[in-house]
């Protein structure tokens, strides 16, 4: 009579897989802003990016639908300020459920991606330096 020997092998349940793949998603994407255009002012998104490129060298800005717009004015007040280079646009649709009407309907996306300019740190830190200076003055006032 032959004996058969089995090889136990771990199994790795499936939803600690999944959880790994969404944490590594996630760490891919530490400078990506979602911006809506009813939650918060434009410039907390401008000042985001800002910060977002201080720490990454590189942010991605994406929206949906009516949001777009929004994004692409923070780009550009980024770009006119010359503070980035624009580095990649990419526009799809997503079909999203409906809340209302309880069907699938698409939506227009855009991702931009901006990277930092070469003079990026100089005018930051021009700009951190008036604004040390503005508030001594703005004490003498009270």
Do not use: C, W
């Not at 802003?33 to 918060?40: A, D, G, H, W, Y």
């Not at 770009?79 to 079909?95: A, D, F, M, P, Q």
């Not at 069907?103 to 700009?127: H, N, T, W």
């Amino acid at each position: 009579m032959a004996t058969v020997q089995v090889a136990r092998v771990a199994a790795v349940p499936q939803a600690q897989v999944q959880a790994q793949v969404q944490d590594i998603g996630e760490l891919q994407k530490k400078n990506r802003i979602q911006v809506s255009n009813t939650k918060k002012p434009l410039f907390f998104y401008v000042n985001l990016a800002k910060r977002y490129l201080e720490q990454h060298n590189e942010v991605e800005l994406s929206a949906l639908g009516m949001a777009i717009t929004t994004v692409v004015t923070i780009a550009e007040i980024l770009k006119n300020n010359g503070l980035v280079i624009e580095k990649k646009v990419s526009t799809s649709t997503v079909g999203m459920k409906d809340e209302n009407k309880g069907r699938l309907v698409q939506k227009a996306k855009i991702e931009i991606v901006l990277g930092k300019s070469e003079k990026f740190d100089s005018i930051m830190s021009a700009a951190a330096a008036a604004q040390a200076a503005q508030e001594p003055a703005a004490e003498v006032k009270k």
